[in-house]
């Protein structure tokens, strides 16, 4: 069970928009940023924002992220076939010095 | 260009120990944090540990704490991952990854290494 509760899957056809949850406590989301991580089927994770809502070069406008309160989330528009991948969420957790992922969540573009 | 490569045997027995290694290039080791991750077969993200820039402060989750020790050394731009007293629940992938120098998150991932517990 982890501390970071996201959604196991989610699902929508080619060209519409999806947005995935992440769920914490003060002690992480609503007081650290939030980091997003893409992870393809048989690759390592990659970061596709940071800071709760900033894009590193080369992702794409169509990711985009915020956080508010304790809660934290990733919208991607225009959906395509290669967004298929296991989408995860991520923070500090200031009480427990720990770094924290959310369990995952799968997206599925039908 | 920027790179992390992990390395470290792949199969060892319940109670033993293994080591890991990440070997980093392509930018300057010593200004960026370094974090340990690892992913049980279909399973999830989970962090391992992390060491400070200046390798004086270590963080473990209580899952690893105790048995996992984090190192670097910055002569030969490394992070180690030593693992004691193996359990089955330590099979995983193991990835090494980067803290970005101005923000929390891990921007720069290795491409893993297997390890297998196994009697």
């Known amino acids: 069970q982890s501390v970071l509760t996201q959604p196991p899957s989610v699902s929508a056809a080619p060209g519409q928009k999806v947005t995935i949850s992440c769920s914490g406590s003060?002690?992480?989301?609503?007081?650290?940023?939030v980091s997003w991580y893409q992870q393809l089927p048989g690759t390592a994770p990659k970061l596709v924002i940071y800071?709760?809502?900033k894009r590193p070069s080369g992702i794409p406008d169509r990711f985009s992220a915020s956080a508010s309160g304790t809660s934290a989330f990733l919208g991607i528009t225009g959906l395509q076939t290669g967004d298929e991948a296991d989408y995860y969420c991520?923070?500090?957790?200031?009480?427990?010095?720990?770094?924290?992922f959310g369990g995952g969540t799968r997206l599925t573009v039908l | 260009q920027v790179q992390l490569v992990e390395s470290g045997r792949g199969v060892a027995q319940p109670g033993t120990s293994l080591r890991l290694s990440c070997a980093t290039s392509?930018?300057?080791?010593?200004?960026?944090?370094m974090h340990w991750v690892r992913q049980a077969p279909g399973k999830g993200l989970e962090w391992v540990a992390l060491?400070?820039?200046?390798?004086?402060?270590?963080h473990y989750p209580d899952s690893v704490k105790g048995r996992f020790t984090i190192s670097r050394d910055t002569s030969k731009s490394v992070v180690y991952l030593q693992m004691n007293s193996l359990t089955f629940e330590d099979t995983a992938v193991y990835y090494c990854?980067?803290?970005?120098?101005?923000?929390?998150?891990?921007?720069?991932w290795g491409q893993g290494t297997g390890v297998t517990v196994s009697s």
């Open positions: 990854a980067r803290r970005s120098d101005s923000s929390n998150a891990f921007d720069i």
């Open positions: 392509g930018f300057i080791f010593r200004k960026h944090a």
């Open positions: 060491i400070s820039d200046d390798g004086r402060n270590q």
């Open positions: 003060t002690s992480n989301i609503g007081n650290n940023f």
């Open positions: 800071d709760n809502s």
């Open positions: 991520g923070t500090w957790d200031s009480s427990l010095s720990v770094w924290l």
